[in-house]
């Protein structure tokens, strides 16, 4: 059974501070025949933070976005 926690609406609707993380984002188009990058950046990460100038440079790991190439139908639009 799962429990529900009610909290007053003046609480909720209280706005949270998002602290900056300083992320690295790895940035590349989506292909569902790519193998998981996240999964092999995560695994070989070590190799940052072992080298101690990079280990400053980038104290958070990296997160991976996918990018929306265009369609057939956006690449005829425009010619």
Do not use: G
Not at 20 to 42: C, D, F, G, Q, R
Not at 48 to 69: C, G, M, Q, R
Request: charged share 20%; no cysteine.
């Amino acid at each position: 059974m799962t429990d529900i926690n009610l909290s007053s609406r003046k609480t909720a609707l209280q706005t949270k501070s998002n602290a900056s993380k300083n992320l690295l984002p790895v940035v590349t188009s989506y292909n569902p025949a790519t193998p998981n990058l996240e999964k092999i950046l995560m695994k070989h990460w070590h190799l940052i933070t072992d080298n101690p100038k990079l280990a400053t440079t980038f104290p958070n790991t990296s997160i991976v976005a996918y990018k929306k190439e265009k369609s057939l139908k956006e690449i005829t639009q425009q010619q």
